[in-house]
């Protein structure tokens, strides 16, 4: 895996562009620690593959040894000496795990519980494969886990994709620079497959393919025709300073998803055809869009006004897509945030995170113990347009089944994170969940929630120094001028 530079360096050129990561079978965790226990790590690690490569690489330098075993007490014959004492220094390279980190498969998973996407699988040698207890918080072991892993969808790196309508650079690939923009469309097509497929929906082993699912991947080709492209989304986010070529941050991200949607569904309306996104968008930020700073605040009123304007029923409630930019410290993550994140995999409608080490965005789509297991944007693969009725399309380049992992301590502090909720009910448990997060964070919570802007205008007022009554500022809010985002005044929230 190939990091990106830090932030504000010029992005490399092409000809740097990160290799394709070997994947080592359904059992391959890749990890960006440079350390492990030798014994333990081999000892855990995917055997069969271990198993076979090792004895491929010392045949190399002494086919006696990979084939048999000699016994403590006998000698090797001076043509072998040399060979032998090859195979022990690969067999220490092997052990300390450097060689299965350059092949993609550096380390098992612990025994520790993984909380994927709101499901908990307990990979403890001593739990049964089978589901049991509570399907959304008990699932089966290894197996299960790494068939939902690989079902997420993984969008990477494309090269060779009809060029980018900017005069500056008519690129035709997103190497170097378009990870944040990848790592994005990853998380919103979870939201699109929970919605239509559900969430125990799992890849398909053969052709044909879900027709929703082919419609799915359709959105995320690489061209202006494909409603939710790289293209359309560096367009839309041109006022957030989205550019081909540069490095974007959560938020800006998160404001271009705006933009577009609202865009697409008010095109499609004024041809008279049904939208291409089925859920509400709210982009959650802090008070005054983030002047006041402090967390984030989710609005009850606003989302069930954005629900109601989006169904254009004020009875009904449609899904809705919440994504919460966050800034958790300044050069680093500030450690009291990581169990706060952590605990948001354990939601039902959690999809994830945006997030990554400085200048190098992925989507972080589950936890085990302090280590963040992710997708990884950063492999770059020929474009490819899926048709929206080519039910027998190669999607492969759509999954991959290499789980990397990080420690949660070395993450940007600036990233977003996705929550889905498919109606009123699912709505209220996630607010009922946030609330009791907000109740732990000491004092530092991750978003709040609220249930009406008018009483956090006045809990700010009350604490202010500035003259201005809670009631004049309240005077100036009013729901039904709230934009598609659920917030009110101009965008003067900091860009990252």
Known sequence: MTSLPQRGAAPPSDSQSPSPSPHCGDAA?????????????????????????????????????????SSAGSRLPAHASVSHAWS???????????????LGCARALTDADVWLLGKCYKLS???????SGDPDHESGGHAAFLEDFSSRIWVTY????????????KLTTDVNWGCMVRSSQMLVAQALIFHHLGRSWRKPSQNPCNPEYIRILHLFGDSEACAFSIHNLLEAGKSYGLAAGSWVGPYAMCRA???????????????????????????????????RGGAPVVCIDAAAQLCYDFNKDQSTWSPILLLVPLVLG????????????????????????????????????????DRALYLDPHETQLAVNIASDNLEADTSSYHCSTVRDMALDLLDPSLAIGFYCRNKDDFDDFC??????????????????????????????????????????????????LDGSGETGEDEWQIL
Request: glycine share 8%.
């Open 29 to 69: 965790v890749a990890s960006s620690s440079s350390s492990s226990a030798p014994e333990q790590r081999q000892n855990s690690g995917p055997k069969q593959c271990k198993a076979t490569l090792l004895s491929s690489v010392l045949a190399v330098f002494d086919p006696d040894q990979a084939s048999s075993s």
């Open 88 to 102: 022990r220094v690969l067999r220490r390279i092997v052990g300390d795990g450097s060689m299965w980190r350059l």
């Open 125 to 131: 040698s001593s739990s049964s494969e089978e589901p």
């Open 158 to 169: 494309r090269k060779g994709f009809d060029a980018i309508s900017d005069p500056k650079s």
């Open 257 to 291: 998803w705006q933009t577009l949607v609202r865009t697409s569904r008010e095109r499609l309306e004024a041809a008279d055809r049904n939208g291409n996104f089925p859920m509400a968008l709210y982009v959650v930020s802090g008070d005054e869009d983030g002047e």
């Open 330 to 369: 300044l050069d680093k993550i500030n450690p009291r945030y990581i169990p706060l994140l952590k605990e948001t995999f354990t939601f039902p409608q959690s999809l994830g995170i945006l997030g990554g080490k400085p200048g190098a965005s992925t989507y972080i789509a589950g936890v085990q113990d």
């Open 432 to 481: 009922s969940r946030a609330s009791e997060l907000a109740e732990k964070a000491n004092g530092a919570p991750l978003f709040t929630v609220v249930q009406s802007v008018q009483p956090l205008k006045q809990m700010y007022d009350q604490h202010d120094g500035s003259g201005c009554s809670g009631e004049a500022m309240a005077d100036n809010i009013d729901v039904e001028d």
